[in-house]
C-alpha cells in the first residue's frame, strides 16, 4: 500500500475531504458515490463505487462482468441470437427499421461502419462505448447497436 503522505482531520458531522489530487488522478468527480472497505482493525479503505448494474437496460439480476462492462443475462442471451424479439423496443430499433427501397443500402452503411467499430476496437481496446461512438462520430446508441450486429455474427 502506496502511502500518500496527506491527512486530513475529520470535521464535527464526522465528514472527512478526499485531497483533490487523489480526486484527480483517480477520476473521482464531486457527488460520485465511494464505497468503504475494512481491511483489517487499523485500515479502511475507500474506493470509487462502479455499479453493478446492466449496460444495456440497468437491470441488477443475474450480471456478468466482461470487458469493463456488466451485462445480465437476459442482455447476453440476446446477443448472442440474432432472430430475437427485441420485445419492448428502444429508440435505437427505430434507428434500424428501413424502408424496403432503400434496405440494400442502409445494410450497405450499417456493414461500412460495423467494419470502422470493429477496427476503432481493435486500435482502442479499453475504450468505452461513449468513447467509441467519439472516435466514429456517432452516437453512443448506434455504438451499442452496431456492437449488438457484431456480437451476433462474432459467435460461432
Ligand atoms: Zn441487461
Known amino acids: 500500500m502506496k502511502d500518500t503522505g496527506m491527512i486530513r482531520s475529520l470535521d464535527s ?7 483533490v ?3 484527480l488522478t483517480r477520476n473521482i468527480d464531486i457527488g460520485d458515490p465511494i464505497e468503504f472497505f475494512i481491511l483489517d482493525e487499523k485500515i479502511i479503505v475507500l474506493r470509487k463505487y462502479t455499479s453493478t448494474e446492466c449496460t444495456f437496460c440497468r437491470s441488477l439480476d443475474h450480471v456478468t462482468y466482461y470487458k469493463d462492462q456488466f451485462i445480465c443475462n437476459n442482455c447476453l442471451k440476446e446477443l448472442g441470437d440474432p432472430e430475437r424479439d427485441p420485445g419492448q ?3 435505437v430499433h427505430n434507428a434500424i427499421v428501413e424502408a424496403p427501397e432503400h434496405s440494400n ?4 452503411k450499417t456493414e461500412q461502419m460495423s467494419q470502422r467499430l470493429e477496427q476503432a476496437i481493435a486500435d482502442h481496446p479499453f475504450a468505452n462505448q461513449k468513447e467509441l461512438a467519439e472516435v466514429l462520430g456517432i452516437s453512443q446508441a448506434r455504438v451499442s447497436q452496431l456492437k449488438r450486429r457484431l456480437g451476433s455474427t ?3
Open 13 to 19: 458531522l464526522g465528514r472527512i475531504v478526499v485531497p
Open 21 to 23: 489530487e487523489i480526486r
Open 89 to 91: 423496443p428502444e429508440p
Open 105 to 108: 443500402l442502409r445494410r450497405t
Open 154 to 156: 462474432n459467435r460461432p
